[in-house]
């Protein structure tokens, strides 16, 4: 079959047409062929991957899932496009029969989202993640949810039915003026704490399920030193926190594809990464010092929802 061409980034007939804007993002509609992909690497520990969208309007610099674009164009505009998987629950229906037909007694784990933010701002009219939140219900599954966005408030309803729910919720970190550096294009930080603590304080633990609650700090930002023992006071809402260096330097593929933006916004901050008094072990040490009681993970073992 051959590739498809999306309008707008192709010099050839575009078989994929710019279905709407939506604010600056050229959104495309596309039916999947399978919603419920194989997980691997740091999330192995899981069944299954969801990702409603491919493409993600936040656009962090430093996201290792422009490396999947379709082509070089994509990538280099990464967050002003998304395509979305107009079929998702149809087929999420379907493979989840089939997954209970092989596996009667056997709870799915699954890990929305691995490439994509499933709620970032198009989902507020989509609602593509919210239809599978209702096709999952009633299989199941063990779930967690990655995302940095507000916008999961609006799902609370269902998010208190499931038994085996994680939210981790990314925010990495406690200064917006770095966040802004790093990820203009996202929800403030005040924004991302107030949806974990609407979260946690509107479910009513008689008649709902009061989801595990992280903060993922992955990787690891700069907070300046004027906001850092507020942030670590903050992330006490968590039961967990997960911390991951910025992109170690080794030659794994996912390093190689860190994008030159955010590199150059990293040596902005070297001076943080660098000290001995911040950077990662200072940081992680804050974290262990100054909150008793929560879990601090680091890299793939803080991803999995036990
Ligand atoms: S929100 Fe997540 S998936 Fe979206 S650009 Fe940022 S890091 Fe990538």
Same mark, same amino acid.
């Given at each position: 079959?051959?590739?498809?061409?999306?309008?707008?980034?192709?010099?050839?007939?575009?078989?994929?047409?710019?279905?709407?804007?939506?604010?600056?993002?050229?959104?495309?509609?596309?039916?999947?062929?399978?919603?419920?992909?194989?997980?691997?690497?740091?999330?192995?520990?899981?069944?299954?991957?969801?990702?409603?969208?491919?493409?993600?309007?936040?656009?962090?610099?430093?996201?290792?899932?422009?490396?999947?674009?379709?082509?070089?164009?994509?990538?280099?505009?990464?967050?002003?496009?998304?395509?979305?998987?107009?079929?998702?629950?149809?087929?999420?229906?379907?493979?989840?029969?089939?997954?209970?037909?092989?596996?009667?007694?056997?709870?799915?784990?699954?890990?929305?989202?691995?490439?994509?933010?499933?709620?970032?701002?198009?989902?507020? $009219? =989509?609602?593509? /993640?919210?239809?599978? #939140?209702?096709?999952? %219900? +009633?299989?199941?599954?063990?779930?967690? @949810? &990655?995302?940095?966005?507000?916008?999961?408030?609006?799902?609370?309803?269902?998010?208190?039915?499931?038994?085996?729910?994680?939210?981790?919720?990314?925010?990495?970190?406690?200064?917006?003026?770095?966040?802004?550096?790093?990820?203009?294009?996202?929800?403030?930080?005040?924004?991302?704490?107030?949806?974990?603590?609407?979260?946690?304080?509107?479910?009513?633990?008689?008649?709902?399920?009061?989801? $595990? =609650?992280?903060? /993922?700090?992955?990787? #690891?930002?700069?907070? %300046? +030193?004027?906001?850092?023992?507020?942030? @670590? &006071?903050?992330?006490?809402?968590?039961?967990?926190?997960?911390?991951?260096?910025?992109?170690?330097?080794?030659?794994?593929?996912?390093?190689?594809?860190?994008?030159?933006?955010?590199?150059?916004?990293?040596?902005?901050?070297?001076?943080?990464?660098?000290?001995?008094?911040?950077?990662?072990?200072?940081?992680?040490?804050?974290?262990?010092?100054?909150?008793?009681?929560?879990?601090?993970?680091?890299?793939?073992?803080?991803?999995?929802?036990?």
């Amino acid at each position: 079959m051959s590739k498809a061409q999306y309008e707008g980034y192709t010099d050839q007939a575009a078989t994929k047409l710019v279905r709407e804007k939506f604010g600056d993002t050229n959104v495309y509609a596309q039916n999947a062929k399978s919603i419920l992909t194989k997980a691997s690497g740091f999330i192995a520990a899981y069944d299954f991957t969801i990702n409603p969208y491919r493409g993600c309007q936040y656009g962090c610099s430093y996201c290792y899932a422009a490396a999947f674009s379709p082509n070089n164009k994509m990538r280099h505009d990464w967050g002003k496009w998304v395509i979305f998987k107009e079929n998702s629950a149809d087929i999420l229906e379907k493979e989840l029969e089939n997954w209970y037909r092989k596996n009667p007694h056997l709870s799915p784990k699954i890990y929305m989202s691995s490439v994509t933010d499933p709620y970032q701002p198009l989902e507020s $009219k =989509l609602q593509l /993640t919210r239809r599978l #939140l209702e096709v999952m %219900l +009633p299989y199941r599954p063990v779930l967690v @949810i &990655q995302t940095r966005s507000p916008i999961i408030t609006r799902d609370i309803d269902y998010l208190q039915r499931f038994q085996h729910l994680r939210i981790n919720m990314s925010i990495p970190s406690g200064s917006e003026v770095v966040r802004k550096d790093f990820e203009p294009r996202s929800p403030s930080i005040k924004a991302r704490f107030n949806a974990i603590y609407k979260i946690k304080h509107s479910i009513d633990s008689l008649k709902g399920f009061v989801p $595990k =609650l992280s903060v /993922t700090i992955t990787p #690891l930002l700069p907070t %300046l +030193p004027t906001d850092e023992s507020d942030f @670590i &006071q903050k992330l006490a809402i968590a039961d967990r926190v997960v911390i991951q260096d910025f992109h170690p330097s080794d030659q794994r593929s996912l390093v190689a594809s860190t994008r030159q933006e955010a590199k150059e916004i990293k040596n902005k901050y070297a001076w943080w990464y660098d000290s001995k008094h911040f950077g990662y072990l200072q940081f992680k040490e804050k974290l262990v010092s100054q909150l008793p009681g929560i879990e601090i993970k680091e890299g793939k073992a803080g991803f999995t929802y036990e």
